[in-house]
């Protein structure tokens, strides 16, 4: 995967997520998730691309290990709604399922990464 398709990847994963937000009952645990949600679940995107930007092998990995952080968190929030039943469980397998896939993807580029900077 490029650059550039992991960008187009992250970004549509953020908006998917702002879509969610939107969609979830005005009540106090809906208000209190989705705005959790919406800053860990947009946050990938930007974050990488400011990793792309990266004045460094050590900076761009920080900003890869935020990426990480914020995806795994994302990952807590997505079970949390469904497990709340603030969102059946059905509708959120496939928003999962491409977090866990992006979580995985940045992982493996931080192994890859830390690899390269210890030769």
């Known amino acids: 995967m490029t650059t550039e ?3 187009n990847r992250l970004k549509v994963f953020a908006v998917r997520i702002v ?7 005005n009540t106090s645990a809906g208000r209190a998730i989705g705005n959790q949600i919406v800053r860990s679940g947009t946050s990938p995107a930007a974050n990488y691309r400011a990793a792309c930007l990266g004045k460094s092998d050590k900076d761009f990995l920080n900003k890869l290990k935020m990426v990480e952080e914020e995806l795994d968190e994302t990952l807590y929030w997505i079970e949390l709604l469904g497990d709340t039943s603030l969102v059946k469980q ?9 977090n866990e896939e992006l979580l995985k993807i940045i992982i493996s580029s931080i192994t890859t990464m830390k690899a390269r900077m210890n030769k």
């Open 90 to 98: 059905e509708l959120l397998s496939d928003l999962y399922r491409e």
């Open 19 to 25: 879509k969610l937000v939107d969609k979830l009952p």
């Open 5 to 7: 398709e992991l960008r």
